[in-house]
């Protein structure tokens, strides 16, 4: 019996994290895989941090919610204090680097902790509706979820219709997804991300990192 | 020279004589009711429902297919029925409990909706089945079981006025008009309208019977004849209050 | 002629919500009834884009007492009518089909519990186990399937409209927020093209003929003078009830022989259930599982069974005790010990269910 991939991520509204999340979950079911996505819903209809749960699998997966994520992603200061529950010493946590307020409170128990300057890089490099396309390459980096190869077909599914408009925010969204698998490939081991990310309070530690990631935008260009 | 029958063909022969009590007001209503029926000669396509209460005593009563629902619920039952086949002819039969009480958002939401079937109601001022009780319809002053000294307006409010709401809230196409069981020509007329209306597809369609109930009124046949004629028809007034073609009275949408 | 809704058996990635409107479509249902309310809507948004297409219809009504009798007058009309709701929703549909027990109509409710008591969350629960299965002032002569993936909303939507209308009960699929809104793959097929024959509907009321002419009138009531007569009705109805259970309870369990410890767990919590009992017995723990798939009527033999095979029952659920309360009275008398999870109103996982199976059999994760 294999285990299940668990994801979860965490935003706020508009950040579109339950999109990544259905992108995720859509590939792996193209590849003939298992995959559950759930979001989580109240009577909120607006204004709450935005959660999701995926899990990928090669055999029938369990509960649709998890206690502990292999990855988990949070992309505000908010959705830092919401997952802290549901990381775990084997979890992957990947944050965004430049958000404001939650360096402290990043969870010193997680395996690993990735701070990915995902926002500014879409800003800088793409454009910053893409940001949730860098963070699914990020995740894809960081697990092998999915194939690259298989979420171009589900970004191309979810995404076709704009494309259809303006071809060239096929190249956009693809470059952004493969620069989003290159973040977390050239990313430093544990503890020194910790490190780099909380120095960072200065242009300095971002441009160090952003330049640092520059080059392995090559590397990840033969990953699908 | 044709005789007017007894019976009307639509009834049911072996179930007479039927289970209301002497002097009820049903027996006439329904006896308007499968005149109608029979003029109209709809009986291999009418659906017949009726409610809790009184009216549930009709459930055998005529030779029509008939459902007998709950409380106020034989509204969206006829509702369902004719949303489901178009074709058949839905007559909701109930009493003012049901209609005006416990199942108005279903009178209501069916008028708004314009479903094409057709409400009768009875009203006797009071819940029969029950023992007498106050009823939405109970004159200001009436004695019932749970108003013992009379009802009071100030805390119960005044007699709901069922055609009158339901004439307010109708689109064009509804019918909608009040008949008294001390003119069963008129009601006959009324409830034939109101199939028309359904049969034609013109839209909702609402009968309000003004009727008796000497058990707990707890009347003679005179004192009876004398409630309707003088309390009753005091408080409600006769008469058709929507038909189709009249437009959709002072409510009219800018141009 | 008959339009097939699926023409070939495909494999989609969709919400459950969403299913149950291709599982209808799928039984040729006709008409749905429906009250909005979280987390069943989406029913009804699917099936108000799929059924015009397909010559099918729906009211959106102004209740769910009126979606409910709606859906009764739907089916005695002789069409495939069906209705969905959840919570409170849930218990104002106790009304109608309350009356559809005693008239014998054959309505189908899709019931997508969220949290309770009252409004509580719109989320998930399984706290609507007692209304579903007993809700209504009579016997619980009902069928209640409750489902735990996708594939199987997809099978028993269409397996409850052939339930309802050849036994006659009315029948519900149970779900629950979390099957509602999450997203996993199923087969979509159409049932005839599997050898499943769908049961044809015939009408109670508006066949026909002329009444009292051609044909006796067709009257349905739900009302007895006398206490005898309600007596002979109700027995003959529990007869039929119980002269079909065998053939409509169903259950599904693995590794009972040689177990110390079943977990007994229903809809999407015996997916966690599952999953920890293969976790526990690859590690060499004698654990087995039973998940009634029916829960009214309840597999109450196969519980007896188990309960002579085993020392130890652990019943989990997201509810406190709705499930314990039918499993325990159905073995009773047995000698195993019952021990509970119960977080009513709460998603439960696997690792939840191992760690409580290991502190029943004194066995800690070292």
Same mark, same amino acid.
């Given at each position: /019996?294999s285990?299940?991939?668990?994801?979860?991520?965490a935003g706020?509204?508009g950040?579109?994290v339950q999109?990544?999340?259905e992108?995720?979950?859509?590939a792996?079911?193209?590849?003939?895989?298992?995959a559950?996505?759930i979001?989580?819903?109240g009577?909120?209809?607006?204004g709450g941090?935005s959660?999701?749960?995926v899990?990928?699998?090669?055999?029938?997966?369990?509960?649709?919610?998890?206690?502990?994520?292999d990855?988990?992603? +949070?992309?505000s200061?908010?959705a830092?204090?919401?997952?802290?529950?549901?990381?775990?010493?084997?979890?992957?946590y990947?944050?965004?680097?430049?958000?404001?307020?939650?360096?402290?409170?990043l969870?010193?128990?997680a395996?690993?902790?990735?701070?990915i300057p995902?926002i500014e890089v879409?800003?800088?490099?793409?454009?910053p509706?893409?940001?949730? $396309?860098?963070?699914?390459?990020?995740?894809?980096?960081?697990?092998?979820?999915?194939?690259?190869?298989?979420?171009?077909a589900?970004?191309?599914?979810?995404?076709?219709?704009k494309? @259809?408009?303006?071809?060239?925010l096929?190249?956009?969204?693809? @470059?952004?997804?493969?620069?989003?698998v290159?973040?977390v490939?050239t990313? #430093?081991?544990?503890g020194v991300?910790t490190?780099?990310?909380?120095d960072s309070d200065?242009a300095g530690?971002?441009?160090?990192?952003?330049e640092s990631?520059?080059s392995s935008?090559?590397?990840t260009?033969?990953?699908? | 020279?044709?005789?007017?029958?007894?019976m009307?063909?639509?009834?049911r022969?072996d179930?007479?004589?039927?289970?209301f009590?002497?002097?009820c007001?049903?027996?006439?209503?329904?006896?308007c009711l499968?005149?109608?029926?029979?003029?109209?000669?709809?009986e291999?396509?009418v659906?017949?429902?009726?409610?809790i209460g009184?009216?549930?005593l009709?459930w055998?009563f005529?030779n029509?297919?008939t459902?007998?629902?709950h409380h106020g619920?034989?509204?969206?039952? /006829?509702?369902?029925?004719?949303?489901?086949r178009?074709?058949?002819?839905c $007559?909701a039969y109930m009493?003012?409990?049901?209609?005006y009480?416990?199942?108005v958002?279903?009178?209501?939401?069916?008028v708004?909706?314009?479903?094409? $079937?057709?409400?009768?109601l009875?009203?006797?001022?009071?819940?029969a089945m029950?023992?007498?009780?106050?009823a939405?319809?109970?004159l200001?002053?009436q004695k019932?079981?749970?108003?013992?000294?009379g009802?009071? #307006?100030?805390?119960?409010?005044f007699?709901?006025?069922g055609?009158?709401?339901v004439?307010?809230?109708?689109?064009e196409g509804?019918?909608?008009a009040?008949?008294?069981i001390?003119?069963?020509?008129?009601?006959?007329?009324?409830l034939?309208?109101?199939?028309?209306?359904q049969?034609?597809g013109?839209?909702?369609?609402?009968?309000?019977a003004l009727? @008796?109930?000497p058990t707990?009124?707890r009347?003679n046949?005179?004192?009876t004849w004398?409630?309707i004629?003088k309390?009753?028809?005091g408080?409600?007034?006769?008469?058709?209050?929507k038909?189709?073609?009249?437009?959709?009275g002072?409510?009219?949408?800018?141009? | 002629?008959?339009?097939?809704?699926i023409?070939e058996?495909?494999?989609?990635f969709?919400?459950g919500?969403?299913?149950?409107?291709?599982?209808?479509?799928?039984a040729?249902?006709e008409i749905m009834?429906?009250?909005?309310?979280?987390p069943?809507?989406?029913?009804m948004?699917?099936?108000?884009?799929?059924a015009?297409k397909?010559?099918?219809?729906?009211l959106q009504t102004?209740?769910?007492l009126? +979606?409910?009798f709606?859906?009764?007058g739907g089916? /005695?009309?002789?069409?495939?009518a069906?209705?969905?709701?959840?919570?409170?929703?849930?218990?104002l549909?106790?009304?109608?089909?309350s009356?559809a027990?005693?008239?014998r109509?054959?309505?189908?409710?899709v019931?997508?519990?969220?949290?309770?008591?009252?409004t +509580?969350t719109?989320?998930?629960?399984q706290?609507?186990?007692n209304l579903?299965?007993?809700?209504g002032n009579?016997?619980?002569?009902?069928i209640v399937?409750?489902? +735990?993936?996708?594939q199987?909303?997809?099978d028993?939507?269409i397996?409850a409209?052939n339930?309802?209308?050849?036994?006659r009960?009315p029948?519900f699929v149970?779900?629950?927020?979390?099957?509602?809104? /999450?997203r996993?793959p199923?087969?979509?097929y159409?049932?005839?093209?599997?050898?499943i024959?769908l049961v044809?509907q015939?009408?109670?009321?508006?066949?026909?003929g002329?009444?009292?002419?051609d044909r006796?009138?067709?009257?349905y009531?739900?009302?007895?003078?006398?206490e005898?007569?309600?007596?002979?009705k109700?027995?003959?109805?529990?007869?039929?009830?119980?002269?079909?259970?065998?053939?409509?309870?169903e259950?599904q369990?693995s590794?009972v022989?040689?177990a110390?410890?079943?977990i007994?767990?229903?809809?999407v919590?015996f997916?966690?259930?599952?999953?920890?009992v293969?976790?526990?017995?690859?590690?060499?723990i004698?654990?087995?599982?039973?998940?009634?798939?029916?829960?009214?009527p309840?597999?109450?033999p196969?519980?007896?069974?188990?309960?002579?095979?085993?020392k130890?029952?652990l019943?989990?659920?997201s509810?406190?005790?709705?499930?314990?309360r039918?499993v325990?009275?159905?073995?009773?008398g047995a000698n195993?010990e019952?021990?509970?999870?119960?977080k009513?109103?709460?998603?439960?996982?696997?690792?939840?269910?191992?760690?409580? @199976?290991?502190?029943?059999l004194?066995k800690?994760?070292?």
């Open positions: /019996m285990k299940a991939i668990k994801i979860m991520l706020e509204g950040q579109g999109s990544v999340a992108i995720l979950a859509e792996a079911n193209e590849e003939g895989r298992q559950l996505y979001p989580n819903f009577v909120e209809q607006r941090v959660l999701a749960f899990q990928i699998s090669d055999d029938p997966i369990g509960s649709p919610k998890f206690q502990t994520g990855v988990v992603v +949070a992309l200061d908010r830092v204090y919401r997952t802290r529950q549901y990381v775990g010493p084997e979890t992957t990947i944050y965004d680097s430049g958000m404001q307020g939650a360096e402290g409170e969870p010193e128990n395996g690993r902790l990735l701070g995902a879409a800003k800088k490099e793409f454009h509706r893409v940001f949730n $396309i860098v963070i699914l390459g990020a995740i894809i980096g960081a697990t092998d979820a999915i194939t690259l190869k298989q979420a171009r589900a970004v191309e599914k979810k995404l076709g219709y494309f @259809a408009k303006e071809p060239s096929r190249d956009l969204n693809f @470059a952004a997804l493969e620069r989003g290159g973040l490939r990313s #430093p081991e544990p991300a490190r780099v990310n909380a200065g530690g971002k441009a160090r990192a952003a990631h520059v935008h090559s590397l260009g033969g990953q699908s | 020279m044709q005789l007017q029958p007894a009307p063909r639509s009834w022969v179930t007479k004589p039927h289970k009590c002497p002097g007001g049903h027996g006439l209503i329904l006896k499968g005149q109608a029926v029979d003029e109209l000669g709809i291999d396509r659906v017949y429902g009726c409610d009184c009216s549930l009709s055998d005529f029509l297919d459902v007998q629902t619920r034989t509204t969206p039952v /006829m509702t369902g029925i004719k949303r489901a178009p074709e058949l002819i $007559i009493g003012d409990g049901g209609g009480s416990i199942g958002q279903h009178l209501v939401s069916s708004h909706r314009n479903e094409k $079937i057709t409400v009768v009875a009203n006797n001022t009071q819940y029950t023992g007498g009780q106050m939405p319809t109970t200001p002053g019932t079981e749970t108003t013992p000294y009802r009071d #307006p100030e805390v119960t409010g007699p709901f006025q055609p009158e709401m004439s307010a809230i109708a689109r509804a019918y909608v009040r008949g008294s001390s003119n069963m020509r008129q009601l006959t007329g009324y034939k309208k109101a199939l028309v209306n049969i034609e013109n839209g909702f369609s609402f009968v309000e009727s @008796a109930c707990n009124w009347t046949a005179s004192e004398s409630f004629d309390e009753m028809h408080h409600f007034k006769t008469g058709e209050f038909t189709p073609g009249s437009g959709q002072e409510v009219r949408a800018d141009e | 002629m008959l339009q097939k809704v023409q058996e495909k494999r989609a969709m919400t919500n969403e299913v149950v409107a291709w599982a209808a479509l799928a040729r249902a009834f429906g009250y909005p309310i979280t069943q809507n989406e029913i948004h699917y099936w108000t884009r799929l015009p397909y010559g099918k219809s729906f102004e209740d769910e009126s +979606a409910g709606a859906a009764a089916v /005695m009309s002789g069409r495939k069906f209705t969905a709701t959840a919570g409170t929703g849930n218990i549909m106790q009304e109608p089909l009356m027990e005693m008239m109509l054959p309505v189908v409710a019931i997508q519990q969220r949290g309770g008591p009252s +509580a719109v989320i998930y629960s706290q609507e186990v579903t299965t007993m809700g009579g016997e619980g002569l009902r399937y409750s489902t +735990a993936t996708h199987e909303l997809y028993y939507t397996k409209f339930t309802a209308w050849k036994y009960f029948t149970l779900g629950d927020g979390y099957q509602a809104k /999450m996993e199923l087969t979509l159409d049932p005839e093209a599997r050898g024959q044809e015939e009408p109670f009321v508006g066949q026909k002329s009444p009292g002419k006796p009138p067709a009257q009531r739900n009302t007895y003078n006398l005898e007569e309600l007596f002979e109700l027995m003959s109805d529990v007869r039929d009830y119980e002269k079909i259970i065998p053939e409509l309870a259950f369990s590794g022989e040689g110390e410890l079943a007994v767990g229903h809809g919590v997916r966690a259930v599952r999953e920890a293969n976790v526990l017995r690859e590690q060499g004698k654990v087995c599982y039973f998940r009634p798939v029916t829960l009214r309840l597999p109450v196969q519980l007896k069974s188990l309960a002579g095979e085993v130890k029952i019943i989990v659920e509810a406190y005790g709705q499930l314990a039918l325990t009275e159905a073995v009773y195993a019952i021990h509970t999870l119960f009513p109103g709460v998603g439960i996982t696997s690792g939840e269910v191992e760690a409580r @199976a290991r502190e029943i004194q800690p994760l070292h």
